[in-house]
DNA sequence: AGCAAGTGTTTTACTTGTAAAGTATATGAC
DNA sequence: GTCATATACTTTACAAGTAAAACACTTGCT
């Protein structure tokens, strides 16, 4: 059986008989994957009334443990600083985040979670990692491990490149 | 050298130390894979005026080689109708698509390139796929092989899902 | 024929994100 | 001290997508 990109590609060689498809079998299937991925793992945030960029946020407080700036949470969440303004914005009107003026730098403040947002987070994330495997149950354990080789391994290629970086 | 998944993935480690990361090392690259790839992807495109989306509907009709209604551009482009209607709309004006009503049935039309739409997808398509090409150089040629395979492996499964299907 | 239900497409109202401009504060040269 | 420049963040104006409603037409039942 042929997944679509297969099928994509097979249409192309018809009408480009000379073309090179190679590199759509793996860039086009990455993005079908995403796509579909984040279609069915976007749900479950959803009933908790938070998008992925939100639950995001409450992620990177909660794993590096500490306060952070909108700017370290821009970075961290790889978005920009006008989505990330919008975003606390709505997490602090829900009582997600809390905010602090820094001491010696008045353009700065420092945000943090709250108890409910700790609690929030601390419920949301097993459920997601759970959805998460299960998104991947079908593939054996073995392949799941190689393929996670596969990714980090071209992650880190296209890391160096003039793109942008964590923390 | 470690990517930063795998950082994120230690830094939840350290904060919930029972927690299973496994899911994150796919799903984590995946999805940081494809916003890293999309953004160096989109840019050659930007230079001839067209979205990502826009540059789909061109390929589609360009693939199948036949004219098509906006639905079937629809399913074959994963997006909604309205999008399409938009889409068109913006591809008939720069006068890349053409439009013409069903003999049989009023409520449908039928969209085929323009000579002017057909030359710049097949001026594009070569140029999109060898940037894509570039984007994978790091990678030894087997590794890319093995790569497809398993995000194929995972497509089809992913297909499987309630999810959309293509034509 | 006439009407209910279905289908194909577009429109509307709204959400989310961005780039660029704007505001406020800090820093370093003089 | 004060001014030019840099930095941190927010605001504004806009682009692009969606879900649901609206619209237009077709189909099949009676």
């Known amino acids: 059986m042929e997944d679509i990109v297969a099928q994509v590609m097979r249409q192309w060689q018809r009408v480009h008989p000379g073309l090179d498809t190679a590199p759509m079998a793996v860039i086009g299937r990455l993005n079908r994957c995403f796509l579909l991925i984040q279609q069915a793992a976007d749900a479950p945030l959803r009933e908790h009334g938070l998008t992925r960029s939100e639950f995001d946020i409450l992620g990177a407080l909660r794993r590096l443990d500490r306060e952070l700036t909108p700017s370290q949470i821009a970075r961290e969440t790889f978005a920009s600083g006008a989505a990330v303004t919008k975003r606390l914005r709505f997490l602090e009107e829900r009582g997600l985040v809390a905010r602090r003026p820094d001491d010696r730098d008045g353009r700065v403040s420092h945000l943090s979670l709250t108890g409910q947002g700790r ?14 495997a299960s998104l991947l149950a079908g593939l054996a354990v073995e392949r799941q491990r190689e393929l996670a080789e596969l990714l980090g391994e071209l992650l880190l290629l296209l890391e160096g490149r ?4 964590a923390l």
């Open 119 to 132: 609690t929030l987070i601390d419920r949301m994330l097993p459920e997601q990692v759970d959805y998460d």
């Open 162 to 165: 003039p793109g942008v970086r």
